[in-house]
């Protein structure tokens, strides 16, 4: 028996597992049981899905719905059930939730951030004791929400209740990620400013009020330029039940939707799933290793849109991943799909020995995979923070800055804890690059690569040489043959644009590249945020590399 829980977030993962299942179940129909445990908006396109084509099964009505009485008194025929014959069922569990009083604007709010912060205090000034959860979309936005509220709370009167804000995303240490958990000190209110990883992915105690701003942001993959941007867009039906219900955990609450009655109306039922917004070359991969090379044929439970598979289908070829019969390449694509990294750092990875750096490459692929949480300030530090930054950094850019902190870090022994404090770096960051490398490192060994660590043992006492045909040069020829289609030329205006010269790409403020010089780049990951679109993670590269290494992709005109 398997069970699938929260297959209602529709998570690449979560789609491909049920297509694979749904395939396995069609050789071992009597002795595989399924259980996907979902929200009921759900529950019937699951079980239509797996019960066959959607178009030739019944709808199932509310009588065919059992509750959980139903299974422990025995009242359903077990034949007939999930769990002893062919048919499925829908099971409803229904959750021990406090009522929720659910208030909306009457007229649209111009600015959502100033009108949360202004909820806020209107409940910490009229309503009883609770504390409060904001949703807001990222941390610009939360930070500036903590600051609003610190600021004003100088405001109130001094035998009035104290108010605490407190931040929740992703990028906080694990310190300050567990500071909303504890119970705030006598006549103190909390207030909790998160992204929708409050959603569902944690649960904290003591919620009475939730203020929902209507706003999420999502990532999505353009397949025409290949850039993933992530947009504040207004969030499903689903997700606003779901936020409603975290103010009914302990006791009755209230949830404020800062928006009018009529905008929730028209809000989607439920989020577009990620398999209709994402780059597919490594579920391509995933799907090839698995025995699965008719892409287009397999039963996805929402179909990706052509243009998505056709290009991940050119990236992994131009990788060299895929034959020219879309088969896996053997060693080079069979070894990518078994790294757990995506496709342009595996081939990195795997082209790493013949460039006599495949330890320093390692490296690379562990702090890149962190996905930019690297650096941390607190209010107030941030100038200090990129004056620490400047001990590890090179001019050829970010990849190598990288290799630098981690060697430095790796070289601290006993004292990295302190070491990360002083140089504002994260230390839960680092020891999870340590635990990636040696996962990958475990990969190669796998394969018969040696990995020959004396070098970069020896780099640890000093910053890595640069310039001239050096270790750093090798580095970035090795980077431009996994990323050659992340390449960009600077432009006289410090801007940058991809190779087909349709795009204007920016380097992002957390990268070396910022405000500085340069002829030809690759870089790790470009974004859309707001009207900008920014690369991370930059490296300079000559632009002879591209034509050396990817001749598929590119050639002199």
Not at 167 to 180: C, H, I
Not at 249 to 276: D, M, S
Not at 535 to 547: A, N, Q
Request: glycine share 6%.
């Amino acid at each position: 028996m398997i069970m699938v829980d929260e297959a209602h977030e529709r998570s690449l993962s979560t789609d491909v597992l049920l297509g694979v299942l749904k395939k396995i179940m069609k050789r071992r129909p009597k002795d595989l049981r399924i259980i996907i445990s979902s929200a009921t908006l759900q529950a019937e396109d699951f079980l239509r899905f797996f019960m066959g084509d959607a178009e030739s099964q019944p709808k199932p009505s509310e009588s065919d719905a059992m509750t959980l009485d139903d299974l422990i008194t025995g009242s359903s025929n077990p034949k007939d059930n999930a769990f002893g014959g062919e048919v499925g069922r829908i099971i409803n569990l229904e959750g021990r939730m406090y009522p929720v009083d659910v208030l909306y604007l009457e007229t649209p709010a111009e600015d959502y951030l100033e009108k949360a912060v202004q909820t806020v205090f209107d409940i910490h000034t009229k309503e009883p004791e609770g504390d409060i959860l904001v949703f807001l979309t990222g941390r610009e936005e939360i930070d500036s929400a903590v600051q609003a509220i610190s600021e004003r709370a100088a405001e109130l009167h001094p035998r009035a209740q104290s108010i605490m804000p407190l931040p929740l995303y992703a990028g906080l240490s694990t310190e300050q990620q567990m500071y909303v958990f504890e119970e705030a000190s006598e006549n103190t209110r909390k207030v909790i400013f998160s992204t929708n990883i409050a959603e569902a992915s944690v649960t904290i105690d003591g919620i009475i009020y939730v203020v929902e701003t209507g706003f999420v942001k999502l990532r999505a993959y353009n397949p025409l330029t290949g850039i993933e941007t992530l947009t504040a867009t207004p969030i499903s039906k689903a997700s606003a039940t779901q936020r409603a219900g975290r103010a009914g955990r302990t006791k009755p609450g209230k949830c404020y939707r800062l928006y009018t009655e009529a905008n929730f109306e028209a809000l989607e039922a439920a989020t577009v799933p990620e398999i209709q917004r994402s780059n597919l070359a490594p579920v391509i991969l995933q799907l090839k290793a698995l025995g699965i090379d008719n892409i287009v044929r397999f039963d996805f439970i929402t179909a990706p849109p052509a243009e998505l598979v056709i290009r991940a289908l050119e990236l992994l070829y131009s990788l060299g991943a895929l034959d020219d019969y879309a088969k896996l390449t053997k060693p080079l694509g069979v070894r990518m799909a078994e790294l757990a990294v995506e496709p342009m750092m595996a081939k990195t990875l795997l082209s790493a020995t013949s460039f006599g750096c495949l330890s320093e490459i390692l490296t690379i692929a562990a702090m890149t995979s962190l996905g930019g949480n690297i650096w941390f300030h607190h209010d107030g530090e941030k100038k200090r923070m990129e004056t620490a930054r400047r001990k590890f950094a090179v001019e050829e850019g970010d990849h190598i800055t990288l290799l630098n902190v981690y060697q430095a870090f790796i070289s601290k022994g006993k004292k990295e804890a302190r070491f990360c404090h002083d140089n504002f770096i994260n230390f839960k960051a680092m020891t999870r690059a340590v635990s990636i490398r040696a996962q990958l490192k475990r990969y190669l060994e796998r394969f018969g690569i040696a990995i020959d660590e004396t070098l970069s043992s020896n780099a640890n006492k000093t910053p890595l040489s640069v310039g001239g045909l050096s270790k750093g040069e090798q580095i970035r020829r090795c980077l431009t043959t996994g990323f050659f289609a992340h390449a960009a030329k600077m432009q006289p205006d410090g801007t940058f644009r991809n190779v087909a010269g349709g795009t204007v790409l920016h380097a992002h403020p957390s990268s070396l590249m910022f405000n500085r010089k340069a002829d030809w780049v690759i870089f790790h990951e470009v974004m859309e945020t707001g009207n900008k679109t920014f690369i991370r993670d930059v490296t300079k590269i000559e632009k002879g590399w591209l034509t050396e290494y990817a001749p598929e992709f590119y050639k002199i005109r």
